[in-house]
């Protein structure tokens, strides 16, 4: 395709021959050798023009400066801005159309789309009936969207408009501007070098340089022009130079004016050739002239040699000397011909949330929230951003390229859960993303080529196992074993009196000897046996003792109880120790009864 696009620039220059007043220093846009490695563009496929923003055309000068004021024949620019609202792939194109009415395309022009950082993103055309297309190329994918503005030129053929009036320029079928077009100054207001694309197709002769030298008003003696080629993509082809200069009336002529333009005749009859001392060298030419006479012009167009081609800017400077004159030196203009192109890439960023919920699962899915500092060309603000677990969160502005992004995550979400602090909020360390420190802060630079993601990961702890409420009321302390035999339980019933363990001794009656008192004391019960009770509810009166009737000795041991110890017993104190008490009372107390009886 690069070999196509070649011959078509060359076959439509071949025929140009282009001398246009008030340009200066030429700019070239060639694929010969271009300024940054141009990418393979792909033969258009799609067209995305109706999903695209492109402006109206605006009137510029070569530059493209925005400008409604020219000098007739002038260059002049169509700049056209343009935006994609999404991604591009290879092979997508958009296009547009000028019109040609007010000024014509120079020449058919192939033309290059670069970015800010001199990458060929795309490849343009323009074609001489005023149609632009430009096609992306693989370059172009990386970037979110892209703004850019094509500028391709023309030759104003508008003629001059009166004085102090304006005249429509035609930008497309429907728009138009008001314009002022007025004559070229003169070069006898002034020194003046002019410059302009001649020939591609003779590489002798790819550059014009014209030189005009006024006589003034006394005309000068001794005119001296020195012509360097310090530009060193291109040089003089002296053997091609010299005799043009010597023999050819369109390189060296003396003309009466210059208002109606260069086109006028020789009035020296060749003289000014003949008497031309001419120096020449690759990098330097030397014209020496006796003089230039009082109103004359001398005019002078020299030829640069281009062993290739090549985009840039080409320059010239001039230095011409003459008695009793200060030296002037005189440089083209910048001018572009043909078309010229570019494009600032913006971009977004990511942010992906994974979460480690395994050991407390999540009860809700809230919003992690995250805290986005954008510093950049015309970008300087803060703002919180959320994304939800699992999924990634792509920035909704497209920003531009360089554009610094700090994020760090704010305060984990209550989800009833415990997080590991740790480890949460912590970045992975990934392409295009530098971690602070405690790898919580990440920071990342808006590339034109590709969309950074900075991931970060929250992780959960297992919920602690829950203790026991403590109780309100005091609780009941539990029995300490006594190691000591357990107090007997009182009995509920009234105890009875424990007997004397003597026999009392009956008051003595008036009628009745009082018996001797024994001296043998009444054994008491034995606590291994319980007696058995009398059945009688009266106690008889034993005798009273005498020698012939001695009181009887119990015996030492009871009878053995006919029936076991009942449980009561048991619990409480021995049942026989209190049955022989009572025995005992009941029979003392039948003893006083009878003796009363007697008595009375």
Known sequence: MSNLRTKRAVSALAALTLAVGGIGAVEVLSDHAPAAVAASCPAPT??????????????TDQNGTPKTSFTVAATVGFKVKWSTSSKVHAGEYFQYKVSTQSAKPIMPFNFDVKSSTGTVIGCGTWDQDGNVKVVFNDAAEGAASWDGWVITTAQLTLSKNEVGKKQPFKLTETKSVDVDIQPGIGVGVDFRKDGWLFNVYNRNRTLAWRITVPGGDTGLKNVSVVDNSEDTKWDFNCDDLEPLLKNNEANLKLVDSVANGYDGPDVSGGAIRQNATISCSANKLEIKLPEVPANKFAIIVLYGHTPEVVSGHYWNTATITANDMETRMVSAQDVVLGADAGAAARQVFSIAKKVDDSAAALTENPDFTFEVTLKGPGVDRTETVTVKKGQTYTYPDKLPIGTKVSIKEKNLPDASVLWDNATSGVFDQSEGVTLGADKKTATLTINPEKDYTATVTNVTKPKPTPSPTPSTTTPTPSPTPST?????????????????????VPTPSTTTPTPAVSTTPTPSPSTST??????????????????????????????????????????????????????????????????RRRMG
């Open 530 to 595: 319980t007696p058995s009770p009398s059945t009688s509810t009266t106690a008889s009166v034993p005798p009273a003792p005498s020698e012939s009737n001695p009181p009887a000795v119990p015996p030492s041991t009871p009878d053995k109880p006919k029936n076991p110890k009942s449980p009561l017993a048991k619990t409480g104190a021995d049942s026989g120790i209190l049955l022989g008490a009572g025995l005992a009372a009941l029979l003392a107390g039948g003893a006083a009864v009878a003796s």
């Open 46 to 59: 799609t067209n995305i023009t109706s999903n695209m923003t492109i402006s109206d055309p605006e009137l």
């Open 484 to 504: 000591t035999t357990p107090a007997p339980t009182p009995s509920t019933t009234t105890p009875v009196p424990t007997p004397s363990t003597t026999t009392p």
